[in-house]
């Protein structure tokens, strides 16, 4: 089953979830006021990543809760490196005031000399960056500029089997033309919107505190088209619709359950295909780096592998034109969270 969401209010008078289900656009309004669950559980994210064949940006503005974090990296897919960077606020309980929509608001956040800017404007996202400790001081600055011709994305309301007020709202924009530079230890890398795409994952919520998830997400052409997925699955009751999609042209084409077989040992030790149980996506995924992190603080936790490669198959369009995929740049993640 795959119930598309109308639209109206995200929760109810009780904090309950309105409605189970997908869309291709922000239907549910979002208000953090109207959660009836402990500020401990709420967790909210912006995180973006924009790649191209040879590299990748990833930055995350994260308020969950008892815990706020400022993250950037730096993936390398030629060197095969990933490197890290981040700053913790600790109990920020809504203080970091991350916007109640993906379509406005800014972020705008700094912790020590990591600062963190994210902005909208009619059409793009301009995304800044200033880490001068990154990499033991080497620093990471940058500008990037998202294009967003109104496309269709990745919108879900999940529900938790036997926790009625735990919920999650995401979405996913994929496919951005991404321009501008980022400075790396002193080397320029500029990325130019023919071959750079950016995607957004927008979280907000209330978590359980165990979970594990997996997700997969690429973005890039297909000949002269553009073309990209969001997969995933492994938490939450996704019985009313899954989070697979297609985008095309900047149109979506909804797919069923997809499941993800890893490859035995570490995430990033072999091959992994991802299968859809409708018999329109087959795709094999081929790492080149595993972005790894592990945190360990207090009662949070959380154990990371996303791992950037290449996915090679087919997919089936909604109309049943097949698509061939030969050697697509995206990632491929594990994480396990208690937080």
């Not at 909804?254 to 990033?268: H, T």
């Not at 972005?291 to 996303?306: A, E, K, S």
Request: hydrophobic fraction near 40%; charge should be neutral.
């Amino acid at each position: 089953m795959q119930h598309r969401m109308g639209t109206g209010d995200l929760l109810d008078a009780s904090g309950s979830l309105i409605e189970r289900g997908w869309a291709s656009a922000e239907v549910r309004r979002y208000d953090r006021r109207a959660i009836r669950a402990s500020g401990w559980r709420i967790k909210e994210w912006d995180y973006y990543c924009i790649a191209t064949d040879a590299h990748a940006l990833a930055l995350t503005v994260a308020d969950n809760g008892y815990l706020g974090f400022l993250g950037v990296s730096w993936i390398d897919l030629e060197a095969r490196t990933a490197i890290n960077h981040g700053a913790v606020r600790p109990f920020p309980f809504g203080r970091m005031r991350m916007p109640a929509s993906a379509d406005s608001g800014e972020i705008d956040q700094r912790r020590g000399k990591l600062h963190l800017s994210f902005k909208l404007e009619p059409g793009a996202r301009q995304l800044r960056v200033e880490a001068p400790d990154f990499a033991g001081g080497k620093g990471l600055s940058g500008a990037i500029r998202l294009e967003q011709p109104g496309d269709d994305r990745m919108v879900i309301a999940t529900p938790f089997t036997d926790a009625p007020k735990a919920f999650y709202y995401n979405q996913k924009v994929n496919c951005m033309p991404a321009s501008g530079e980022v400075m790396v230890a002193g080397e320029v890398f500029r990325f130019d919107p023919a071959s750079a795409f950016g995607v957004l994952d927008w979280g907000r919520g209330v978590w359980t505190y165990d979970n594990t998830w997996y997700w997969a997400s690429a973005s890039g052409v297909l000949g002269a088209r553009r073309f990209g997925f969001n997969l995933g699955c492994g938490f939450g009751d996704t019985s009313a619709a899954s989070e697979n999609m297609l985008f095309l042209d900047g149109r979506a084409h909804k797919l069923g359950e997809v499941r993800f077989e890893l490859p035995p040992g570490r995430p990033d030790s072999g091959a992994w295909r991802l299968v859809s149980g409708d018999g329109r996506l087959d795709l094999r995924f081929d790492p080149i780096v595993d972005r790894y992190d592990r945190v360990d603080l207090g009662p949070f936790h959380t154990l990371q592998h996303q791992v950037f490669g290449r996915f090679s198959g087919q997919a089936i369009c909604d109309d049943g034109s097949l698509l061939e995929i030969s050697d697509l740049t995206g990632f491929a993640e594990k994480v396990h969270n208690r937080w």
